[in-house]
């Protein structure tokens, strides 16, 4: 039968949200002018701290107005340096309506890794909270596209940090006749970092039609949920690309959203409590311990509704413990990367459990042989690949790996294995650099761990290659026990070899540690575990 290569092109819906093709900066000044003055917009978890979205508009506004004097102007880049603050976004805000580039950046980064990320964005002006001063203000002095560092926290006003002068004195009475510089959807919004999961992180520039397109298909009742009666949790730091969405979302719709400036397990539950969240977006190590921390049962966190959640591999059980635990409407599974912009699949049917979903608004989708380059058909995994409105126009000052990321069509190369079924909703399976290559067989971390995951005496696992010199590679795991409770390796090793076929079993044996190395989107760092694999015996 001829190779109907069209039919092995996937595409989403056409887009026809109501959603104005406006860049960012506009369509939050809108909506932040147009909210009800006196309700909060944000609550920080930790501190209790809170900001109204009246607080929002004005500072946001008196900030662009400061900016402007100093030049500020489109096609600038304004870094922000912060932990999760409730005026974290007034900097955002100001830098958008200006049309400059916003470019969020770890606080924790070391001084090399902050120095990396500065000097592929080159911004104008840092915002850097209290905390993350002296990350910045050291590396000041050698980077002399910087005009200005400006330091701020949830106490203390936005001040010049060479001047100590409060920065934006004087300009309250501007606020009313200020408008937004007018900017094409094609230019740089964000340059956002991706997570630094398998390497260096990567300045990815994303254009205006990345935030406008997640609120387009989070306004699809059939995705996701745009009310102001929304109480979301933003788990994940403002930083990355699930945190900025989030807050893009929270805003637009005049919602309540509650961030964390440090996560801790207590905190994460109380606030779920307290402020009623019935939302939230996490990633896989958040829905294990959702599904297995006897803490959960100490909180009433029955005003939950939805949890979605992406970012790494995570086994379906999981999802229907999860859901089962809280009594859930929907635990909704998603998918996308820093460099797709937004989700591009998300889960719509309940029935299709352990499926990332169908293609988001006017996405194109195709799974293709990594070395070959050709389409594969329904149920065949290979190379996940996508086209759509938000995909990324490239890695900043690094035309190399940009091209390399895209294909002869066009479409971005994820680097991730997985497949679509005949209906056409997707299938996450790993990411090629993590599957275990042992014999001729290609193993997926995630099935071996959910199967560990089903002792109750296990908190978290995880599993990776080690190096074998008959097989290539075998499945070695690392695992952390619930406190209180015991299981020997013997035991972990026969559970999973009970069931698994022979290429899946624990060869590598099993190394109990006290936790596992996760970067600060909560994503196991692999990497580390396979040093550490290399070098142990059973
Ligand atoms: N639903 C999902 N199931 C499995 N993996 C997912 C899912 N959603 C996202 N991912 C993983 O997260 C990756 C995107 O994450 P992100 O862009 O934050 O950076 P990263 O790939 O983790 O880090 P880096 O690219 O810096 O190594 C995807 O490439 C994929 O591997
Ligand atoms: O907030 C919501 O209602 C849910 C519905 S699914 C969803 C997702 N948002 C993102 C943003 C980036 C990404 O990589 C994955 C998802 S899933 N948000
Ligand atoms: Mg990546």
Known sequence: MADKSCDKILKGRKGNSGIPELPVGQLLFQALKNAPKHSIAQVNGNTGATITFEQFYKESVKLAIALKKIGVQKGDVVSIVSENLINYWIPVLASAYLGATVNPLNPIYSEGEMRRALDQSRPTVIFC?????????????????????????????????????????????????????????????????????????????????????????????????????????????LYHLIGCMQQVLSLYCQSLSVVLSKFKPDVFLRCIQEYRVNRMLVVPTLCIFLSNS?????????????????????????????????????????????????????????????????????????????????????????????????VMKGYIRNPEATAESFDADGFLKTGDAGYYDEDGYFYIVDRFKELIKYKAFQVPPAEIEAILLTHPAVKEAAVVPKPDERAGEVPIAFVVKQDGKNVTEKELVDLVAEKVSIQKRLYGGVIFTSELPKNNTGKILRRNLKEIAKTYSI
């Not at 203000?137 to 010049?160: H, M, N, W």
């Not at 002068?165 to 501007?174: A, K, M, R, S, Y």
């Not at 937004?342 to 996405?363: E, H, M, P, R």
């Open 294 to 390: 006897p803490l959960v049962d100490k909180y009433d966190i029955s005003s939950l509704e939805e949890i979605s959640w992406g970012g790494a591999s995570m086994c379906k059980d999981i999802e229907a413990i999860v859901k089962k635990r809280l009594n859930l409407k929907q635990v909704r599974q998603a998918y996308g990367t820093t460099e797709v912009g937004s989700a591009c699949t998300i889960q719509v049917d309940l029935n299709k459990s352990g499926s990332a979903g169908c293609l988001c608004y006017d996405f194109m989708g195709k799974v293709c042989d990594p070395e070959k380059d050709t389409l594969l058909g329904p149920g065949k995994v290979g190379e996940l690949r996508f086209k759509g409105p938000s």
């Open 129 to 237: 909270s209290e905390n993350a001063k002296d990350a910045v203000v050291g590396l000041y002095e050698q980077l002399i596209y910087v005009k200005r560092v400006i330091t701020f926290s949830e106490t203390t006003p936005f001040t010049d940090s060479k001047t100590s002068l409060q920065f934006f004195n004087g300009v309250e009475n501007d606020i009313d006749s200020f408008v937004p510089t007018k900017v094409s959807m094609d230019d740089t919004a964000f340059i956002l970092c991706s997570s630094g999961t398998t390497g260096f992180p990567k300045g990815v520039m994303l254009t205006h039609r990345s935030p406008r397109h997640y609120l387009a298909c989070m306004s699809d009742p059939l995705f996701g949920t745009m009310s102001k009666d929304c109480v979301r949790l933003i788990c994940l730091p």
